[in-house]
C-alpha cells in the first residue's frame, strides 16, 4: 500500500505543488514552499478495496427549520460584514497583517457580544492575560463579562472549549496553535491546517462560533492564512496602508451573508471606531478641483461609496516607463492605457504614471474604469475635472461603454454628497433625482471629446 504522499503547499499564496521548488509558480514568491504533511494520516490505499459502506441518508430541501437566530454584537459595521450578526456554529477566519489591528478589532467584538449577553472567550496564544487586560483598559472595555485565556495547546484549547461551550470563541492567532498529533513546528502549513481543522468541526459540531486570526506572512517557515481559507465559513480580511488611520474589514468569501460586504473603521488612541458614513471619510482630504482626481461612485458589497482616484502623469526618463498602482487592479490600468492609446489615439509612452486611491481603500470593481480613465486624462491634459461630478462605467475593449448595476444607488449617494452631475454608459437604467445632471456617454472617444476637446 503507498504511503499517502506529502505535497508542498507555498505559504504566501497557499498554492499546492506536488515537488518542492525555490519559487512559487502561482504567486512568484521566493523560497515560500514548505512540506505539507497530508491531512489524514493512517492507511492510504489506492482504492476502496471490496468492503461496502453504508448508505447514507438523503433529505430533500424543504424544511420546517426557521433560519438560525443570529447573534448581534451591536458594532454595526461588523454585523453587517458577517452578513447581520454571527451564525451559531460558524466558522470565521480574520486575516490581515500583523500589526493592522485584528486583536483590538476583536476584544472590542468579543466585549460587545459579551456585554449583549452571549458566552464569549478569548484565548490569546501571543499574548499574556496581563497584556490583553492592559488592552482592554485602553479601550475601557475593564467591565465586560469576558473571560481570557492564553494557552496555545491545541487540545488544552478545546477540552476547555468543550467544558464551557461558549457562544463564541476567538482564537489569536491559528500560527500560535500547537497539535501534538502533527509532528510539525508551530505556525507550518501541516500544523495550522490541523488546528483549523480541529476548531472547524468543534463549531460545526457544538454550535459555538469560532473566530480565527491568521497573520498574512511573507516569510516562508508561517503558514498563512491562505492556507485554511477552504475550510471555513467566512474568511475576512483587516486592510489597511500604514501610515492611514482607516481600516477596511472586508468578506471575501462568506456562506452566510453577501461576499465583498465591507466595513470601516477607524484606528483612534482609544481603539476602533465605526465609520457609519465612508464616502464622506474617503473625500474628506479632498481639496480644490485638481488636475488627475476623479470621484469614483462605488459599491463595496450592499453598500455605495464614493472614491477620489488619483492620478499623475509625467515625462520619464525610464526606457520602458513607471506604472505606479496603489489601490487598483494593475493589470485593469494596463488595459485602460492600451484602450486610449488604441482607440482614441492618446499615447502614454514615454510618460510615467501614477495611479492611487484616496484614503487607504481598495477598488477592484470593473465600474472604475470610466473614472479611472478621466483621472489618466485629466492628468496628462493638465485639466481638472469639475469638482461636483461623479464618474462610473465599464470600458470594454472596443472603446465603448458599457453599463453596471446599481446605478441607481451610485447616483443617490453622489446627490447625497452634493455632487450634481454624473457620467455613466449610454445604456445605464436609472432615472436620477432633481439635484443631479446625468450625463451618458455611448463610447470612450465621445467621452474623450466631450470632456477634453480632442479625440
Ligand atoms: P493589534 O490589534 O495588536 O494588531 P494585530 O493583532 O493585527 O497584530 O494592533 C496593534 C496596533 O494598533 C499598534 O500599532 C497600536 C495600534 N493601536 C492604536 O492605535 N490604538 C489602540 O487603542 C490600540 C489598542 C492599538
Ligand atoms: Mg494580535
Same mark, same amino acid.
Not at 473603521?265 to 481639496?287: I, K
Not at 501614477?354 to 470593481?365: I, Q, T
Given at each position: 500500500?503507498?504511503?499517502?504522499?506529502?505535497?508542498?503547499?507555498?505559504?504566501?499564496?497557499?498554492?499546492?505543488?506536488?515537488?518542492?521548488?525555490?519559487?512559487?509558480?502561482?504567486?512568484?514568491?521566493?523560497?515560500?514552499?514548505?512540506?505539507?504533511?497530508?491531512?489524514?494520516?493512517?492507511?492510504?490505499?489506492?482504492?476502496?478495496?471490496?468492503?461496502?459502506?453504508?448508505?447514507?441518508?438523503?433529505?430533500?430541501?424543504?424544511?420546517?427549520?426557521?433560519?438560525?437566530?443570529?447573534?448581534?454584537?451591536?458594532?454595526?459595521?461588523?454585523?453587517?460584514?458577517? *452578513? $447581520?450578526?454571527?451564525?451559531? $456554529?460558524?466558522?470565521?477566519?480574520?486575516?490581515?497583517?500583523?500589526?493592522?489591528?485584528?486583536?483590538?478589532?476583536?476584544?472590542?467584538?468579543?466585549?460587545?457580544?459579551?456585554?449583549? *449577553?452571549?458566552?464569549?472567550?478569548?484565548?490569546? $496564544?501571543?499574548?499574556?492575560?496581563?497584556?490583553?487586560?492592559?488592552?482592554?483598559?485602553?479601550?475601557?472595555?475593564?467591565?465586560?463579562?469576558?473571560?481570557? *485565556?492564553?494557552?496555545?495547546?491545541?487540545?488544552?484549547?478545546?477540552?476547555?472549549?468543550?467544558?464551557?461551550?461558549?457562544?463564541?470563541?476567538?482564537?489569536?492567532?491559528?500560527?500560535?496553535?500547537?497539535?501534538?498529533?502533527?509532528?510539525?513546528?508551530?505556525?507550518?502549513?501541516?500544523?495550522?491546517?490541523?488546528?483549523?481543522?480541529?476548531?472547524?468541526?468543534?463549531?460545526?459540531?457544538?454550535?459555538?462560533?469560532?473566530?480565527?486570526?491568521?497573520?498574512?506572512?511573507?516569510?516562508?517557515?508561517?503558514?498563512?492564512?491562505?492556507?485554511?481559507?477552504?475550510?471555513?465559513?467566512?474568511?475576512?480580511?483587516?486592510?489597511?496602508?500604514?501610515?492611514?488611520?482607516?481600516?477596511?474589514?472586508?468578506?471575501?468569501?462568506?456562506?452566510?451573508?453577501?461576499?465583498?460586504?465591507?466595513?470601516?473603521?477607524?484606528?483612534?488612541?482609544?481603539?476602533?471606531?465605526?465609520?457609519?458614513?465612508?464616502?464622506?471619510?474617503?473625500?474628506?482630504?479632498? *481639496?480644490?478641483?485638481?488636475?488627475?482626481?476623479?470621484?469614483?461612485?462605488?459599491?463595496?458589497?450592499?453598500?455605495?461609496?464614493?472614491?477620489?482616484?488619483?492620478?499623475?502623469?509625467?515625462?520619464?526618463?525610464?526606457?520602458?516607463?513607471?506604472?505606479?498602482?496603489?489601490?487598483?487592479?494593475?493589470?485593469?490600468?494596463?488595459?485602460?492605457?492600451?484602450?486610449?492609446?488604441?482607440?482614441?489615439?492618446?499615447?502614454?509612452?514615454?510618460?510615467?504614471?501614477?495611479?492611487?486611491?484616496?484614503?487607504?481603500?481598495?477598488?477592484?470593481?470593473?465600474?472604475?474604469?470610466?473614472?479611472?480613465?478621466?483621472?489618466?486624462?485629466?492628468?496628462?491634459?493638465?485639466?481638472?475635472?469639475?469638482?461636483?461630478?461623479?464618474?462610473?462605467?465599464?470600458?470594454?475593449?472596443?472603446?465603448?461603454?458599457?453599463?453596471? $448595476?446599481?446605478?441607481?444607488?451610485?447616483?443617490?449617494?453622489?446627490?447625497?454628497?452634493?455632487?450634481?452631475?454624473?457620467?455613466?454608459?449610454?445604456?445605464?437604467?436609472?432615472?436620477?433625482?432633481?439635484?443631479?445632471?446625468?450625463?451618458?456617454?455611448?463610447?470612450?472617444?465621445?467621452?474623450?471629446?466631450?470632456?477634453?476637446?480632442?479625440?
Amino acid at each position: 500500500m503507498a504511503k499517502p504522499s506529502s505535497s508542498f503547499a507555498c505559504s504566501q499564496c497557499g498554492a499546492v505543488h506536488p515537488k518542492w521548488a525555490g519559487r512559487c509558480d502561482a504567486c512568484g514568491g521566493w523560497n515560500t514552499l514548505i512540506e505539507a504533511a497530508p491531512l489524514t494520516s493512517g492507511a492510504g490505499a489506492r482504492t476502496l478495496g471490496g468492503a461496502r459502506g453504508k448508505q447514507i441518508t438523503l433529505s430533500t430541501l424543504t424544511t420546517e427549520e426557521t433560519a438560525p437566530v443570529r447573534a448581534i454584537s451591536g458594532m454595526v459595521e461588523f454585523d453587517r460584514v458577517l *452578513g $447581520g450578526g454571527l451564525v451559531p $456554529g460558524s466558522a470565521i477566519l480574520l486575516g490581515g497583517d500583523p500589526g493592522i489591528g485584528k486583536s483590538t478589532l476583536l476584544l472590542q467584538v468579543a466585549a460587545r457580544f459579551a456585554r449583549a *449577553g452571549h458566552e464569549s472567550l478569548y484565548i490569546s $496564544g501571543e499574548e499574556a492575560p496581563a497584556q490583553v487586560r492592559m488592552r482592554a483598559l485602553r479601550l475601557g472595555l475593564t467591565d465586560a463579562p469576558l473571560r481570557l *485565556g492564553a494557552e496555545t495547546s491545541l487540545r488544552d484549547i478545546l477540552t476547555t472549549l468543550d467544558a464551557e461551550r461558549p457562544a463564541l470563541a476567538i482564537i489569536d492567532s491559528i500560527q500560535t496553535l500547537w497539535a501534538d498529533m502533527v509532528e510539525a513546528a508551530p505556525g507550518s502549513v501541516s500544523q495550522v491546517r490541523a488546528a483549523c481543522h480541529e476548531l472547524v468541526s468543534f463549531a460545526k459540531r457544538t454550535g459555538t462560533s469560532v473566530i480565527l486570526v491568521g497573520h498574512v506572512t511573507k516569510d516562508g517557515q508561517i503558514a498563512g492564512p491562505r492556507v485554511v481559507e477552504h475550510m471555513v465559513d467566512t474568511v475576512l480580511y483587516f486592510e489597511g496602508e500604514r501610515g492611514h488611520q482607516f481600516r477596511i474589514l472586508r468578506a471575501v468569501k462568506s456562506r452566510f451573508g453577501p461576499a465583498d460586504e465591507i466595513g470601516v473603521f477607524e484606528m483612534t488612541g482609544a481603539g476602533l471606531a465605526e465609520v457609519p458614513n465612508p464616502s464622506a471619510l474617503f473625500l474628506s482630504e479632498r *481639496g480644490q478641483a485638481a488636475p488627475g482626481s476623479a470621484v469614483f461612485a462605488g459599491i463595496e458589497g450592499s453598500r455605495p461609496v464614493l472614491t477620489e482616484i488619483q492620478a499623475l502623469v509625467a515625462p520619464s526618463t525610464l526606457a520602458s516607463p513607471r506604472r505606479t498602482v496603489v489601490g487598483l487592479d494593475s493589470g485593469r490600468v494596463s488595459t485602460i492605457l492600451a484602450v486610449l492609446e488604441s482607440r482614441c489615439s492618446i499615447p502614454f509612452a514615454g510618460l510615467d504614471v501614477f495611479l492611487n486611491v484616496a484614503g487607504g481603500m481598495k477598488v477592484s470593481e470593473p465600474a472604475a474604469d470610466l473614472a479611472l480613465a478621466a483621472a489618466l486624462l485629466s492628468a496628462r491634459e493638465d485639466i481638472a475635472l469639475p469638482a461636483d461630478l461623479v464618474l462610473f462605467g465599464e470600458i470594454s475593449l472596443s472603446g465603448a461603454l458599457r453599463p453596471v $448595476g446599481q446605478s441607481e444607488n451610485r447616483l443617490k449617494e453622489a446627490q447625497k454628497l452634493g455632487f450634481s452631475q454624473a457620467i455613466a454608459p449610454e445604456r445605464t437604467k436609472a432615472e436620477p433625482g432633481e439635484g443631479i445632471k446625468l450625463r451618458k456617454v455611448p463610447d470612450l472617444v465621445t467621452f474623450v471629446g466631450e470632456m477634453f476637446g480632442a479625440g
